[in-house]
């Protein structure tokens, strides 16, 4: 499969590859967001809010463990930081949550990999020694390819750095 790499070298950079990805979602697709603090995760997830409407201010939601914001599309934002085990996952109703019409983000979800659909977009921020965020997004699963290629065309992809 080929490598897609998206570079942003700002934070408006990177909220605007959220605003392309939010025309890019569907209900019930789920988008995972891996890297470490100060990656970028919640500012590609403004970006996302922003492209879906959301007009209220869209934080991470570390101490709340998911947050929704009502936009075209509701979106679910998890932040899985906190959680200790996977069965802390019934108490958020995680599961139930990805398949209810929305659109659901989850950050740090690698940490419970056996608990996410088969069919999922993850996508890794890395900070690059110039400063500038790389987010490279592996598709898992044919759902999760068509959204990264609805993602492309409305980013204006046309290869890596683009």
Excluded at 42 to 59: D, I, N, P, R, S
Excluded at 61 to 86: C, K, Q, V
Excluded at 137 to 149: C, I, M
Aim: proline share 5%; with cysteine; aromatic share 6%.
């Amino acid at each position: 499969m080929t490598s897609h790499v998206f570079i942003s070298r700002s934070a408006e950079q990177t909220r605007d590859l959220g605003r392309a990805l939010a025309a890019a979602l569907r209900p019930d697709d789920v988008v995972t967001l891996t890297g470490d603090l100060g990656a970028g995760k919640t500012c590609l997830a403004q970006g996302v809010a922003a492209g879906l409407g959301v007009t209220e201010a869209v934080t991470s939601p570390t101490f709340n463990i998911l947050l929704e914001h009502r936009g075209s599309l509701t979106l679910y934002h998890f932040d899985l930081y906190r959680l200790e085990r996977a069965d802390q996952l019934e108490d958020i109703a995680f599961w139930e949550t990805l398949e209810a019409g929305g659109a659901s983000l989850i950050e740090w979800g690698e940490r419970f990999p056996g608990a996410l659909p088969d069919d999922h977009l993850a996508v890794v921020i890395t900070i690059e020694p110039d400063g500038s965020r790389k987010l490279v997004p592996e598709p898992r699963g044919p759902r999760a390819a068509g959204l990264l290629e609805r993602w492309e065309h409305a980013a204006g992809w046309t290869g890596v750095g683009a």
